[in-house]
């Protein structure tokens, strides 16, 4: 079975910086491609970064390229998303989902808001 739980998620100061983590079970981690999205106040669900498998690729949205940067632990199983000068539009409910779509299978996510 398909077990996908993130941490890290917090209050923050605009331009601060956070590090998410995603544990990952019941599928082949290493190879599988991977990816972060996010569910903004009041938007839908937005892809914004991913990984491939096996060559570790990445690829960003232009809403968050140059200030977030994804890698994995194959070792842990986990998935990481650095977020760095984070700003009040990075707000949301951050999911990591299977695959580089948002058709994968997605955890339940977990808080930022960045906010003075």
């Known amino acids: 079975e398909v077990r996908l739980v993130e941490s890290g998620g917090k209050l923050v100061q605009p331009g601060g910086s956070l590090r998410l983590s995603c544990a990952a079970s019941?599928?082949?981690?290493?190879?599988?491609?991977m990816s972060w999205a996010r569910q903004s106040p009041g938007k839908g669900l937005e892809w914004i970064s991913g990984?491939?498998?096996?060559?570790?690729?990445?690829y960003y949205a232009n809403s968050v390229k140059g200030r977030f940067t994804i890698s994995r632990d194959v070792a842990k199983s986990t998935l990481y998303l650095q977020m760095n000068s984070l700003k009040t539009e990075d707000t949301g409910v951050y999911h990591c989902?299977?695959?580089?779509?948002?058709?994968?299978?997605r955890g339940p996510g977990t808080q930022v808001t960045v906010s003075a």
């Open positions: 019941g599928f082949t981690f290493p190879t599988h491609d």
């Open positions: 989902v299977t695959g580089l779509t948002l058709a994968g299978r």
């Open positions: 990984i491939k498998g096996g060559d570790n690729e990445e």
